[in-house]
């Protein structure tokens, strides 16, 4: 099992930035794939990025391409979302998920195939 803590997550000005940090804590984190997803008020979570055990492989949601950069440091057990030129349309509360096995990377996007999930941290860009 991996506990799962998110932070960084504020008010800010749309063209602005933001990093989220999510910290986990248990043995097997360097094993896990881990993923960012968002969740909007009144609508479904929905994938953001995704990055397997190594670092080497990352995946994003179209819209964020470009923008959000996933990067994980398992020496700290941290998993972290950087956003530049935020817009209003990504606010959200964003959650960090760990997934404990295999999976075909074109399952990362379904929120259902996660094991853990964290609390959330509230994203707000204002326009």
């Known amino acids: 099992q991996v506990q799962l803590v998110e932070s960084g997550g504020e008010l800010v000005q749309a063209g602005g930035s933001l990093r989220l940090s999510c910290a986990a804590s248990g043995r097997t984190f360097a094993t896990h794939t881990m993923a960012w997803f968002r969740q909007a008020a009144g609508k479904e979570r929905k994938f953001v990025a995704a990055?397997?055990?190594?670092?080497?492989?990352?995946y994003y949601t179209d819209s964020v391409k470009g923008r959000f950069t996933i990067s994980r440091d398992s020496a700290k057990s941290a998993l972290y979302l950087q956003m530049n030129s935020l817009k209003p349309e990504d606010t959200a509360v964003y959650f960090c998920?760990?997934?404990?096995?295999?999976?075909?990377?074109?399952?990362?996007?379904?929120?259902?195939?996660?094991?853990?999930w964290g609390q959330g941290t509230q994203v707000t860009v204002s326009s």
């Open positions: 998920a760990a997934l404990n096995r295999a999976r075909n990377s074109g399952e990362f996007p379904d929120p259902r195939i996660y094991d853990n």
């Open positions: 990055i397997d055990w190594s670092g080497s492989a990352t």
